[in-house]
């Protein structure tokens, strides 16, 4: 603020983009894999972070699941994903939170390298990752 002029003008953050501008987020494929050593894997989940903030978005179903492993234990499955809605709340902790998850799910659960994207609506963004992944 300006005080001998009372002139105030917006702070940018570089936290908090504003609106239209674009944003770098890192983008995570959450999969399920029965038999490390095969190649039989599905995507259960899309997990974008950056900025401040996490959001995740889940298949709709087990069918692919148990597509690949018929003996899949889907109420495992769905816990999980309510452990990982519920730690992705946490501000700042997304990435982070990712990878000690993964150390405790023995391989059965993997998480892909992150990748970047560039987007102006994270929102937006991961529909359609989760259109195209799950």
Do not use: H
Request: hydrophobic share 40%; aromatic share 4%.
């Amino acid at each position: 603020m300006n005080a001998e002029k009372g002139i105030t003008r917006p702070v940018k953050s570089d936290l908090v983009p504003t609106a239209g501008e674009r944003q770098v987020m890192k983008v995570f494929l959450v999969s399920y894999v029965p038999r490390t050593l095969e190649n039989g894997s599905v995507n259960i989940a899309v997990v974008m972070v950056g900025n401040g903030s996490a959001d995740v978005r889940f298949a709709r179903d087990w069918k692919r699941v148990l597509a690949v492993d018929p003996e899949a234990d889907t109420d495992l499955l769905t816990e999980l994903t309510r452990e990982i809605r519920d730690k992705m709340r946490v501000p700042d902790e997304g990435e982070e939170m990712l990878l000690r998850m993964e150390d405790s799910w023995s391989n059965a659960v993997q998480i892909s390298v992150g990748r970047g994207c560039l987007t102006e609506d994270p929102a937006t963004e991961i529909e359609a990752l989760a259109s195209q992944y799950l």
